[in-house]
């Protein structure tokens, strides 16, 4: 079983940077894609961005190179860092693990709760 454990949100104005972070409990987290998803106010949950076992990365379409994701497979963690933000970015960011790397949620078996990330313009 994995528990992941999000941090690091909170209140930014426009054009500001947050870096989040998601701790994993299991031994097995270098074997599992992460990914991290988001869900604006009154929308669905969407797909932010997500790395591979092997350090590989890819991103929604809206990222448009403003977010990075690394993961340190030493400390079981996996970071978004998030600059030049926009208001439409608030939401509640959830970190996300799957055996195999996907954009869709439905290969992600473990969630986090979620952190809010609130920006203002």
């Known amino acids: 079983q994995v528990q992941l454990t999000e941090s690091g949100g909170g209140k930014v104005q426009a054009g500001g940077s947050l870096r989040l972070s998601c701790a994993a409990s299991?031994?097995?987290?270098?074997?599992?894609?992460m990914a991290w998803f988001r869900q604006p106010p009154g929308k669905e949950r969407e797909f932010v961005g997500v790395?591979?076992?092997?350090?590989?990365?890819s991103y929604a379409d809206f990222v448009e190179g403003r977010f990075t994701i690394s993961r340190d497979n030493a400390k079981n963690t996996v970071d978004l860092q998030m600059t030049s933000l926009k208001p439409e970015d608030t939401a509640v960011y959830y970190c996300a693990a799957s055996p195999a790397t996907a954009t869709d949620a439905r290969p992600y078996f473990a969630w986090g709760q979620g952190t809010l990330v609130t920006v203002s313009s």
């Open positions: 790395v591979s076992r092997t350090g590989g990365t």
């Open positions: 299991a031994r097995a987290f270098p074997n599992y894609a």
